[in-house]
């Protein structure tokens, strides 16, 4: 049976529950302060940087499946992101789509035309 969660289908407010979820059933929202949840977020990116310390950084990575060490540290990074999110009351879409703009103005697309901002539908 294929699994049914999807980033198409998954909302950021579903993930963003099931990790309220799973910090109120073992009680650990207490240690899941904004100072905890940063440094958790650089541990488990420096996690993801070990998986590739050694390689040159053009090759492949050679094991990209969802059940994979890569997928893991994604995950892990990921989870502490979402969780400083709701910590702090900060919209994760919102916050993104508005660095996306910042980042538009300062780094200007080579091809204007084919520029569109975030929540741009087409005409
Ligand atoms: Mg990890």
Avoid: C
């Amino acid at each position: 049976m294929e699994n049914p969660i999807h980033a198409s289908t998954t909302t950021l407010a579903e993930m963003q529950a099931w990790l309220d979820q799973f910090a109120a059933q073992r009680d650990w929202e207490k240690f899941h302060t904004p100072k905890n949840l940063a440094m958790s977020i650089a541990i488990e990116a420096a996690e993801i940087m070990e998986l590739v310390q050694w390689q040159e950084g053009s090759e492949p990575i050679e094991d990209s499946a969802n059940d994979s060490p890569m997928a893991e540290e994604i995950a892990d990074v990921l989870s502490y992101l979402l969780r400083l999110a709701t910590v702090l009351k900060i919209d994760p879409a919102q916050a993104l789509a508005l660095k996306i703009k910042k980042n538009a103005i300062k780094y200007p697309a080579l091809d204007p035309h084919r520029a569109k901002p975030p929540g741009a539908t087409e005409q």
